[in-house]
């Protein structure tokens, strides 16, 4: 086993209010698994997540990769100091989802003290990649453009 990149021991019970009252929560998206190096979630393909053609949108699979990967960045800084911030994303949609559920998992390319980059993977039931996607964090301050960053940390 790989050891852990956390800032401290997380349990997803600790990540449940991340996903509420906002548009994690809206889209369905549930954190599932927190491995040493990895976090995974699950997003439903329904009216929720789906485009008119009734595929799964495109964007809904980007929220799913930002959702997890931010979250995951957020869980390697002292959360007392610093707050990880989308900077840039992008993704590639490899095949079409109809109904279901896909998975997503994000995994660290580079931890650095000013920016991080994560990759995710996205897969169907199956599973097979139905996307992949490369998020950028900028690491900054509390107070700098992260806004209330209150549930990692001792509130």
Known sequence: MSESIWFRTYQLFDLAPLCKTNMVEHLGVELTELGPDYLVGTMPVDHRTTQPAGLLH???SV???ETLGSVA???CVDPDRWVCVGQEINASHLRPVRKGFVTGTARPVYLGRSSHLWDIDIVDERPRK???ARLTVAVV????GGGNHTLLGDE
Do not use: F
């Open 141 to 144: 301050p509390v107070g700098h």
């Open 73 to 75: 960045a957020n869980l």
């Open 130 to 132: 139905v996307c992949v």
């Open 58 to 60: 495109g964007g809904a």
């Open 63 to 65: 929220a799913l990769a």
